[in-house]
C-alpha cells in the first residue's frame, strides 16, 4: 500500500486531507516563547493578533527529524510519498530525508519537493492520492507528479504589505509605498521561489477580481478535475465573487476552497487571496 504524507503547508482542509486519506506532517509556528502545531492548536486569527501587538512576524520550523519519523512504519511493507514545501523555503525537504535514513527505509519512502507553497502543493498531493487509489506504486506516483510540478499556476494577491515587510520579504520602503498608494502585489511561486509579478490597486474586491480576471485564459487552459480558491482569511463577499466568477467559466468540475494555514497566512498576511489550478 502506498500511503500519502504532506507537511502543513499545503493548507489542505481536513475534509480534503479525510476524503483522500492524506496524513499530515506539521510545522512548528512560534509567537514568542510560545510554541504551536500548524494546523492543530493555533489559528491565523490568533497569530495575526499577536504579531500586530508585537510588531513581529511568527517565527516558523519545520518538522523534525524524529517529529516525520513518528509518520513511518519500519516494520510495515507500506511505500510512503511525503510532500514538502519547497527546499528553497523550509529545511522540510532534507529533514524528511534525513528521517527516511536514519530509519533505514530510504527504499520505501519517497520524498517530492513540491517546488512550491500552500495548495500549489496540495494540487499535487491530491493527484498523488488519486493515483495510489488507482493501485500505482510508489515510483509511478513520483514519475507522474515530477512531470505535472512545472505546471501547477500558483499565486496569490496581497491585501498588506505589512507581514512581508515584518518577515523580511518587503523594504519598510515598499511597504510604506504600498500602503499609502494601496499597492496590493500579485506574487507567484515559480521555480521554487516566490516573485513579484505585477500590482494592482483599489478596494479589495475590485482588485481581486481584477487579479482573477488578468488569469481567465490561462484558467480555461487549465486541467479542468479542479481550482482552489486559497485565503488568509478573506471577506466572504470577495470569496463569493471569485467562486461566482470561476463558476462563470464552465471550466472546472471542482471548485475547492480552503483556509490558508498558520505557516503561510503569518507571511503573507490576511485578507490575502490565491487561485490555483495545474496547466494542461
Not at 62 to 70: K, L, V
Not at 132 to 156: L, P, Q
Not at 206 to 221: A, H, I, P
Amino acid at each position: 500500500m502506498v500511503k500519502i504524507l504532506a507537511d502543513s503547508t499545503c493548507d489542505l482542509s481536513k475534509e480534503l486531507t479525510e476524503r483522500y486519506g492524506i496524513r499530515i506532517i506539521p510545522l512548528y509556528v512560534r509567537l514568542g516563547e510560545e510554541e504551536y502545531l500548524d494546523g492543530l492548536n493555533i489559528t491565523p486569527e490568533k497569530l495575526y493578533e499577536w504579531s500586530d501587538a508585537h510588531g513581529q512576524t511568527p517565527k516558523t520550523a519545520a518538522p523534525g527529524i524524529e517529529d516525520i519519523c513518528r509518520f513511518l512504519d519500519p516494520d510495515g511493507d507500506d511505500e510512503y510519498v511525503i510532500f514538502t514545501i519547497s527546499s528553497q523555503m523550509s529545511a522540510s525537504f532534507n529533514n524528511a530525508r534525513l528521517a527516511a535514513e536514519n530509519m533505514e527505509m530510504s527504499d520505501r519512502v519517497h520524498i517530492i519537493d513540491s517546488a512550491n507553497l500552500s495548495t500549489g502543493i496540495g494540487l499535487q498531493i491530491i493527484r498523488a492520492a488519486e493515483l495510489a487509489a488507482e493501485g500505482k506504486t510508489a515510483s509511478e506516483i513520483v514519475a507522474e507528479i515530477e512531470a505535472i510540478k512545472d505546471k501547477v499556476r500558483a499565486s496569490f494577491v496581497i491585501d498588506t504589505l505589512v507581514y512581508l515587510h515584518r518577515g523580511g520579504r518587503c523594504s519598510g520602503l515598499a511597504a510604506l509605498v504600498g500602503s499609502v498608494l494601496k499597492l496590493h502585489p500579485r506574487i507567484a511561486v515559480s521555480d521554487g521561489a516566490m516573485h513579484p509579478e505585477q500590482k494592482y490597486r483599489g478596494s479589495n474586491r475590485k482588485y481581486v477580481l481584477e487579479y482573477v480576471k488578468d488569469m481567465e485564459q490561462d484558467l480555461l487552459r487549465a486541467r479542468k478535475d479542479r481550482v482552489f480558491i486559497t485565503h488568509s482569511p478573506c471577506d466572504k463577499a470577495i470569496v463569493d465573487s471569485v467562486r461566482e466568477y470561476l463558476e462563470g467559466l464552465h471550466h472546472f468540475d471542482e471548485i475547492l476552497e480552503t483556509d490558508a494555514g498558520s505557516v503561510v497566512a503569518s507571511h503573507c498576511g490576511p485578507g490575502t487571496l490565491g487561485v490555483l489550478f495545474i496547466a494542461e
